[in-house]
């Protein structure tokens, strides 16, 4: 069965870090592009960040550049996301998302996570 | 960035009905496009991609067409299991970006 599951979520304070984790099960992880993609409560979705397959190359929103980082451990068929001086904003369901063209980025996102909570407050 | 503007952002159909959602990127996406439905407490599923495909598994009443900026995803004969909120997105280019969702109410 093909699957993401996400840990990691809870509740930090502002200006402190959390790294949420996406395990992967039921396909070959290292062949396709993963994202992470939040959602506010009762709001829309925001993409956050991107990894190639083989981790070659990274891509964030402007909005958390420089404060996350996306990585991946293809030998664990896993991704991580460290999430350093958190802001109220950061507040979100967050999830993983296989991109699903093999190889290559551009397709639409096939397989979620069930999403895990980040709530950032004092 | 791509600016994705869906519309409407509500609508209430009757079983049967036909439903259409349409989106318009800021510039030329080509066919670089998805939809998805999402349900409340769940995460969102692919329905479309590359603006016409249907995806595995999805119900033939679901429709997409378009290409460039402007796209339409239609459902033929609504069902009470399609209430859900409706998102377009474009692959394009990053940062990859998300209409702001369409909710579809069922009478």
């Known amino acids: 069965q093909v699957q993401l599951v996400e840990s990691g979520g809870g509740v930090v304070q502002p200006g402190r870090s959390l790294r949420l984790s996406c395990a992967a099960s039921g396909f070959t992880f290292s062949r396709y592009g993963i994202h992470w993609v939040r959602q506010t409560p009762g709001k829309g979705l925001e993409w956050v960040a991107v990894i190639w397959y083989d981790g070659s190359n990274k891509d964030y929103a402007d909005s958390v550049k420089g404060r996350f980082t996306i990585s991946r451990d293809n030998s664990k068929n896993t991704l991580y996301l460290q999430m350093n001086s958190l802001r109220a904003e950061d507040t979100a369901v967050y999830y993983c998302?296989?991109?699903?063209?093999?190889?290559?980025?551009?397709?639409?996102?096939?397989?979620w996570g069930q999403g895990t909570t980040v709530t950032v407050s004092s | 960035d791509i600016q994705m503007t869906q519309s409407p952002s509500s609508l209430s159909a009757s079983v049967g009905d036909r439903v259409t959602i349409t989106c318009r990127a800021s510039?030329?996406?080509?066919?670089?496009f998805n939809w998805y439905q999402q349900k409340p407490g769940k995460a969102p599923k692919l329905l479309i991609y590359?603006?016409?495909s249907l995806q595995s598994g999805v119900p033939s009443r679901f429709g997409g067409s378009g290409s460039r900026t402007d796209f339409t995803l239609t459902i033929s004969s609504v069902q009470p299991e399609d209430s859900a909120t409706y998102y377009c997105q474009q692959s394009h280019s990053t940062p990859l970006t998300f209409g702001g969702g369409t909710k579809v109410e069922i009478k």
């Open positions: 510039q030329s996406i080509n066919n670089y």
């Open positions: 998302a296989r991109d699903m063209y093999d190889s290559t980025l551009g397709g639409g996102m096939d397989v």
């Open positions: 590359a603006a016409s």
